[in-house]
Structure formats: C-alpha cells, structure tokens
C-alpha cells in the first residue's frame, strides 16, 4: 500500500480497489461511467451545500444568542474571535488548502495539480466557512461551497484511478453543483465551471457539468426550497439609461480590481506574520 492510500486508511482504499476491479471486468462505456460518476458528484455536493446552510443558520442562531446576553457589539467581537481561533487551528492542523477563498485554490489545483485535491478539504471547508461566516464574518457561501464540491469531484476520480483530463472535469462538475446548490441556479452553476474553472466549452465537459448541477439543484430544492437565492423586482429597461450602465460597469471593475488588490496585499501581510 503507498504512502498517499495508508493517508486516508487501509479499508476505504481497499474498498476503492474493489470496485475498480469490478468496473474493470464489467467494462462500462466510457460515457455511461461519466455520466454516473457527475451525477454522483451533484448529488454527494447537493448534501453538503445543505449541510453547509444548515450548520450557517445554527451558528447565526448561536451568535445571536450571544449577543442578547453580552451585547450586540461584545457578542459579535466575541464570537468571531472564538470562531478566528477554531478555524485557523483547525486549518492549520490538518489541512492548508481549506485556507483562502475556494475559488482561487480549484483553479490552482485544475492548472497546476491535474484537478487534484485533498477528500479532507471538503468536510474542513464547510466546518471553516460555516464557523466564520455564522459567527458574522465577512465572506460569501459561493467560494466554499465550490471548493466542496470540487473537493468530491477530485477525490471520486482518484478513487477510480480517471485520467487527469476526466479529474479535472469532475471537479468542474462539483464546482457547478456547488452553486446549483447553494444559489438555486443550475444554469448559472454550469456556467461558471465551464468558463471559471475549466476555462473550455466543449459537448463532453458541458454534457457532465450540466447532470450534475441539476442533480445538486434538485437536492437542493428538496430540502431548501425552491425560491430564487435573490429577488430582484420587475424593472422595464429604457435605453436611455444604457450610458448610465456603461458608467457603472466601469465603475464597478474599478472598486473590483482595487479590492482584489488590496485584499491579497492584506492578506499577503498577514501571511508573512505567521
């Protein structure tokens, strides 16, 4: 048994062993296997977005108790420091690819890993961003979730032994299933794999990318409901506002690029201190 199989335990790689041996003397059609294995993807990302909203809302439940008994102010300081000193141990211990924002850290893996990532970072991605973002940080569920389901993507290929192209295209379809999830927009979910984290858009990646984030937008509905993450009013468009959104549009990467900047910068700080 190699070093990489003893790290996650004799049973579960045996278990692994098996049932690539089984796929081996049945043959399945390469499509057929694809087209189980994303649809496996959505619907394992489907849970843990669910998991995921679920341990945000206990958590936001808790910081708000806090903050009754001790005061708004102290108990949302509170609060996130606890969660800081949870999450940077935790993050730390056993796992530095959880660190960051998800995103950044899948395109990263699909570049230069062939779509390789650790099963842990899934099960610590969602205690990490839960613990922040429900104790009142500053982030957003779209990063984690996406590095979630990126993180099941890549491990049910390595089980399987896929080629590094078939990795990186599951990951992809956990990254979709990470939004269809969590934002009710498979369309939006499939989307954004294709173009962000794939960076291609071909029938084959579309095809498996668009089952698994239907898949992980049905679990998603059945548990969560089916109402849209934004409710955005009915507005009737007047082309003579168009000069108004060109200005905001330029505007807007403006604030974007500068914030991006200053983020890294800030957190490039931070690094070297520790």
Known sequence: MTAHEQQYGGRYWEIARKLRQH????QPPDSLILVITALTVGVGTGYGAVVFIWLLHQIGNGRTWLQRQIGSVVGLMLGLGLAGLVVGYVVDRWGREAKGHGVPEVMEAIALKNGRIRARVA????????LTIGSGGSAGREGPIVQVG???GSTIGQILHFSAERIQTLVACGA?????????????????ALEIILGKFTVR??????ISSVAAAVVGRAYLGDRPAFLVPAY???????PIYVLLGILAAVVAVTFVRLLYRIEAIFDHWT
């Not at 099960?123 to 839960?130: F, Y």
């Not at 990646?205 to 668009?210: K, N």
């Not at 009737?236 to 168009?242: H, K, N, R, S, T």
Request: a negative charge; hydrophobic letters at 65%.
């Open 150 to 152: 990126s993180a099941l």
């Open 205 to 210: 990646y579309f095809g498996a990318v668009v």
């Open 23 to 26: 796929i081996d003397n049945v």
């Open 176 to 192: 979709a299933a990470g939004i269809a999830a969590t934002f009710n927009a498979p369309i939006a979910g499939a989307l954004f």
């Open 123 to 130: 099960a610590l991605k969602i205690v990490a961003s839960a």
């Open 236 to 242: 009737p468009f007047q082309a003579g506002e168009l």
